[in-house]
């Protein structure tokens, strides 16, 4: 069977298993459509919560950024964990107490404002949107390569494919389809990861192979890609930052922006206990730590199997890497994997010194230029799109055809269920939240689902469109969302916990004000709504005020939010009696009830 | 009234009080070991690295995951002990 028609088989039949099992729960579990997780264990409700918050960024994404950047992007993995004890301490079990089914809900009801509820729907959908754009971004690398077209194409197609799953949305809000999903996802993850962990250290836990001795060389396997790199001018992987405040900056970026993303936050307004609100953050992020622990191993394994593809008998040296340097590989005995991946475009080759063999090596190393001259080298002749590398790594290091059908579902999983929750949340909040509670009360059942149609196939679009010309590989478009989400909606929904003097003046002023300065320092390097060529100084760190780059201005976007809110609420009327005393009450689980329909 | 007030008034406080200690070493992991305090903790070797990266790849994940059941056991146990349970 051909590799083709195996990644069809995979993807074919986790599609159908994900579909037999909305089915089969479907007639149970209408009625408590809102309650996805009530009556469910905390356990089950965690790895739903995983599968939900795990998209294309997690799985197809990070990896690959990881391995680009070594030790600085370890940010992903501390960010995108680190989060979770935020929600779980500062938000969740609040949230459950008081009740609400949506984020603009809270925050409309908790500041007593409509205008407060239309800028929280306003922020919702600036970040929702903006990490639907990550998800085509790296859906459309997954169809790429599975359906064997362009990566134009591949995103086309994920678009058609989300819009279909968003549509018939029942899928979304099983429980049970998720935790499919969870598996799917995560056997397809460490799979390869054990295969390859097993093949270069001996050791079948990656988390552990990282730290083991590199069979082939004998040195410890970080100690041996340092030395692979450094002979071929790029940075230690295992590098320290000179750019500490960015580092922080960006790290505590993700984390609030966790902590403020609606598909997650609303997780945790269903659970049937306060008490499970606080135990079901901590599952969640068990089942996300199986993946996020590997991801560093994949990243660094992946690396070095990737550069002794390209040098084969650089393999096995302790230090003298001249011949195997001189020896790289032929292009045209080039593997098939190289190959399929020329097709999709994400791989790219250019003979610069026409010897007919490929270099790999850091052309931007200015210390390097004299070596790379030495050696006849005009230039790196191999240019690898950061994110095929986890889809990519099972061929690259000649893993069977059915381990590479299932990676293809776990990617396309991945990027699906997320994708679709978002688009579920924008629409909901724009046809449940803006149209229905502001706008047009008296709206029909049925208006109200066309408008959720037609946002969500607007909302699709848009980010289709800019998903083409990404501002960035998957998991940094993503990352842009959670720094949009943790300068608007987290601060709003802590001050909301845990202030009772917080009125929605100050409120509104201070999501307004985070929200629009995390917008201006985003386009201003990426470009008017990250349309390309649009923006006002180019993208590199000279240009970064303080060296903060774009990707971390969501933690300075929330510290100006908090700033601006409580100005602004000092020399505005405190909140009505009953408000204060409805802050007071949520502080205390007793007499959380059922969460409350609307 | 005022007995169940106080009763509250400490129950909030042994709570925020929690929050912020699980909150130092959630940000000493993360921010602290991780980021800042690596030049110090270069010294330390593990697996052809130091511990600086590991706990930037690995160590900062596993103490969160503790944080967050260290956090719902001892609340749960307080909300037992002040009677506001559900």
Redesign the interface.
Known sequence: MSQFAINLLFVGASFALYIGIAIWARAGSTKDFYVAGGGVHPITNGMATAADWMSAASFISMAGLLASGGYANSTYLMGWTGGFVILALLLAPYLRKFGKFTVPDFIGDRFYSNTARTVAVVCLIVASVTYVIGQMTGAGVAFSRFLEVSNTWGIWIAAFIVFLYAVFGGMKGITYTQVAQYIVLIVAYTIPAIFIALHLTGNPIPMFGMFSTHTESGLPLLEKLNSVLNELGFEDYTADVDNKLNMVLFTLSLMVGTAGLPHVIIRFFTVPKVADARWSAGWALVFIAILYLTAPAVASMARLNLLTTVYPEAADQVENYEEAIDNALVYAERPDWIITWENTGLIEFTDHNDDGRIQLYNDANPDFEETAEARGWEGNELEVNNDILVLANPEIANLPGWVIGLIAAGGIAAALSTAAGLLLAISSAISHDLIKKTINPNITEKGEMLAARISMAGAILLATYLGLNPPGFAAQVVALAFGLAGASIFPALMMGIFSTRMNSTGAICGMLAGLGATLLYIFTYLGWFFMSGTNMLPNTPENWILGISPLSFGAVGAMINFAVAFAVCSVTAPPPKEIQELVESVRYPKGAGGAIDH | MADDKSN?AA??KA?VRL?TG??IV?ALV??GF???L??LL?GIP?????L???F???G???T??G???F??WR??KL?AQF????
């Open positions: 509250a129950y909030w709570n929050i699980c909150l959630w993360s921010y991780a980021i800042l690596r030049p270069s593990i697996g052809g690295t130091d600086g990266f590991w930037a790849q690995q900062s994940i596993l969160f995951i944080i967050i059941f956090y719902a609340m749960n909300d009677g506001l349970g559900e």
